[in-house]
């Protein structure tokens, strides 16, 4: 038996969602569902390059041939870490090592939680927190907390020229086999209850004990950034006329039911459908 992780066989082409602005896909089938889950990053090609998270290990080849496709490893001068997630800072070594002119962006938090994985080159890493500003050679690009979060160190990124907002896990749903090109379509009840269920399940299980006003509050600043699309790195591209629908989504999460955590049953199925599956 192998641990390796299993390389990808879904092939999603880069994604050109605002000028010199593509997101950058994986898929993933989800576990013991006929349903679909991407892993996305994004790259903002612009006069200062910036790669935004790195993908997975798993998906290594593909990740690398599609950023370095659209970009020389030369030109590249910020990775911006969204959190310490395996998922989103899987070829960060390679990227750092192959990016020479490259400054990480992260933060204490990353770096202190992340150091039993990646010995981070600390000369070439900047801390930006949330709220603060990155400003490159023809934009300026804001660190912003997404709605929901599964790691105290997330910020999404906003860039200012484009209207793009990188939101992390953030509005994470499962997609069916169409694999959907954008939010908008989704069946609608899919779109909301797979955000409830990864909300609750995969990324904030602490939404039952927030304050439902506060947390709105949230949402609100968030969203009066004043973002035109939202990527996502598990959602298909939020365009413009999703935007408030998912926010609306995420807003009521701590007043709705949580859906019930798969347990040994559900596991215990997996098993038995994929022993009945001829290699
Ligand atoms: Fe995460
Ligand atoms: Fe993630």
Known sequence: MSHEPLQPTIRLEPEL????????????QGLGEPLYVH???MLIRGRDPVIVDTGTIANRRQWLDDVFG????????????????????????????????????ASWAIVERHTNAFDFPLAR???????????????????????VWDSPTTRGLFDNLTGVYWAADAFATPVTAELEPTAASLDAD?????????????????????????????????KRLGMTTIASAHSPTITSESI???????????????????GQDVLDHIIAATAAVPA
């Open 125 to 147: 890493t900047m801390w930006l927190n949330d709220g603060e500003h990155l400003d490159v050679a023809d934009r300026r690009l804001t660190a912003a907390c997404p709605p």
């Open 190 to 222: 899919l779109w909301r209850n797979g955000m409830i269920m990864f909300a609750y399940n995969a990324l904030s299980p602490w939404l039952k004990m927030v304050e439902p006003g506060l947390f709105a509050d949230h949402c609100d600043r968030v």
């Open 244 to 262: 408030d629908g998912a926010f609306e989504a995420v807003r009521q999460l701590p007043l709705v039911d949580a859906p019930p955590m798969p």
């Open 17 to 28: 969602v605002a000028p010199e602005t593509y997101v950058i896909h994986q898929v993933q």
């Open 70 to 105: 659209l970009i020389d490893p030369a030109d590249v001068r910020y990775v911006f870490i969204s959190h310490d997630d395996i998922d989103h800072t899987g070829n960060l070594a390679e990227v750092m090592t192959l990016c020479p002119k490259a400054t990480l962006v």
């Open 39 to 41: 892993l996305n990053s």
